[in-house]
């Protein structure tokens, strides 16, 4: 198995629906475009990661949104060094076809007093579902790494959320710890590092809204 050195997770830059939640309304989701200030996010992180790489090989799996993969695209990453692959399961969490502004406060409202990861929204899905996705992503992952010429580097591009959920997949971190974490920002990143003792340790922690309240021993 030829895992790789560093799993590198990206959240798009900002889009026009981070700054103007009446857009939902007009246009799907996966079709929003990045603002500029996004675009230039993007072609920051995009230096950052192209200095980490250097020379060497990425494997590049990008949900099926405009907005990840405008990011992708502002990265600059040399073609003839990457493999790209659009992979569905790193969507953003669904929250419905058109989305009714207000319909939709209200129903925030609703999941910050039950819980981000269990509760479901009325036409979309529940933290719980894409954490169930995710897991399903990460078996499939797994599984190339068993490919002897597997690239030194991973590269995901996707959303805030769902990067929470892979790391809380990965690191089997509790529900509470989840509750706990706030969205990483527009272009940010998080890198799993494989240390000598072949486990994987995260660069740097996301930030940390509350204490965690677990249930039970787990947490």
């Not at 830059?13 to 989701?29: A, C, H, I, L, Q």
């Not at 099926?64 to 992708?72: E, I, K, M, N, V």
């Not at 890198?191 to 039970?216: H, K, N, Q, S, V």
Request: proline share 5%; aromatic share 12%.
């Amino acid at each position: 198995m030829s895992r790789p050195r560093r799993i590198v997770l990206v959240r798009h830059g900002e889009s026009v629906g981070n700054v103007d939640d009446t857009v939902y309304e007009r246009e799907p989701d996966h079709a929003l475009a990045l603002t500029g200030t996004g675009l230039r996010q993007a072609e920051r992180t995009g230096e950052r990661l192209r200095a980490l790489f250097g020379e060497e090989r990425v494997s590049v799996y990008v949900s099926p949104y405009r907005r990840t993969h405008d990011t992708l695209r502002a990265f600059r990453l040399d073609p003839e060094r990457i493999r790209v692959r659009e992979e569905p399961r790193l969507r953003e969490q669904d929250w419905g076809n058109w989305q009714e502004r207000e319909d939709v406060r209200l129903q925030k409202a609703y999941r910050d007093a039950y819980g981000h990861f269990f509760y479901r929204f009325a036409q979309g899905e529940s933290g719980a579902d894409v954490y169930d996705r995710v897991g399903a992503f990460l078996e499939s992952l797994h599984r190339s790494f068993e490919a002897p010429d597997h690239p030194p580097n991973v590269l995901l591009v996707t959303h805030g959320l769902t990067m929470r959920l892979f790391c809380m997949r990965w690191f089997h971190w509790t529900v509470a710890e989840f509750e706990s974490l706030s969205n990483p920002g527009n272009g940010e990143t998080r890198a799993l590092l494989l240390g000598e003792d072949g486990r994987y340790t995260l660069d740097r922690p996301f930030e940390r809204w509350r204490t965690p309240e677990p249930y039970g021993g787990t947490g």
